[in-house]
């Protein structure tokens, strides 16, 4: 599909990754000139939230958000809370994130202690007013449960799998709902009626680079420029033009993100 230089903001990708170790200093400047306006950065360990905070100070149109992944859980410390608030510091960080409970993989850590370490960074995120980037996965009880526990933190459900009336449920708690490559896979049929129900102003597009890539690169690693074929599928779904799209999920992000 043809970007036709649509502005994209990715309001969730990880260049930090090692998959891009190769062709990082390359593809990121790359990105810019295809319009890419904007990404959050999101760090998913002490050393993923370090390199998202410096890759927010290389790049002027990278921003980072700094958190421990609930796989990650066991690695939060009051030393690494201490690291998170010394990078917070730069104008550059905008998110507490990757933060939340992932419920699917057996060998994550247990439910109380990802709660627990979840609930302490949602605290944090307060005590900074900084908003938070929430990874869901098999939690959706859960998490609401936490998100309701703190009404001053704002943030994203990123990646979202989630029901239409979750989707509802979290917008009501002033969060905003994450569409990755997902909306344009064909079994995503639940995505899709949220994608066409929820309001326009609390929609962002992102990757979560390197994985989640769209079709028609379902399986590739996937980059910030292929948002353009999420934009399209939202665009088709709410019968709007992908202009719209672009334009309202940019002002989102730079709205949720204070930017």
């Not at 998959?19 to 200093?25: P, Q, V």
């Not at 605290?123 to 938070?132: C, H, R």
């Amino acid at each position: 599909m043809d970007n036709n230089m649509l502005p994209i903001f990715d309001s969730h990708a990880h260049y930090d990754d090692e998959s891009f170790n190769e062709d990082r200093d390359k593809l990121i400047p790359y990105l810019n000139e295809q319009n890419v306006v904007g990404i959050i950065n999101c760090g998913s360990t002490l050393e993923g939230a370090i390199a998202s905070y410096e890759l927010a100070e290389r790049y002027p149109f990278i921003y980072a958000a700094v958190g421990i992944h609930p796989e990650e859980a066991y690695e939060y410390n009051s030393d690494v809370r201490n690291k998170i608030i010394e990078m917070a510091k730069s104008s550059k960080v905008k998110a507490i994130g990757e933060i939340g409970l992932d419920y699917y993989w057996e060998e994550n850590p247990p439910k109380e202690v990802q709660q627990k370490v979840f609930r302490e960074q949602m605290k944090l995120a307060e005590e900074l007013n900084l908003p938070v980037v929430i990874h869901d996965r098999e939690a959706h009880g859960d998490t609401l449960a936490i998100i309701k526990e703190f009404p001053k933190v704002k943030g994203v459900l990123h990646c979202f799998g989630g029901s239409t009336e979750f989707a509802r449920e979290c917008i009501r708690e002033g969060y905003y709902i994450g569409f990755t490559g997902v909306v344009t896979f064909k079994n995503a049929k639940k995505l899709l009626e949220v994608a066409k129900d929820i309001p326009l102003d609390r929609m962002l597009v992102e990757t979560d680079a390197p994985y989640m890539a769209p079709v028609p690169f379902r399986g590739k690693r996937n980059q910030s420029d292929y948002i353009v074929n999420i934009i399209h599928k939202i665009a088709e779904l709410r019968e709007t033009t992908p202009e719209e799209i672009s334009r309202v999920t940019i002002e989102n992000t730079k709205v949720l993100f204070n930017i």
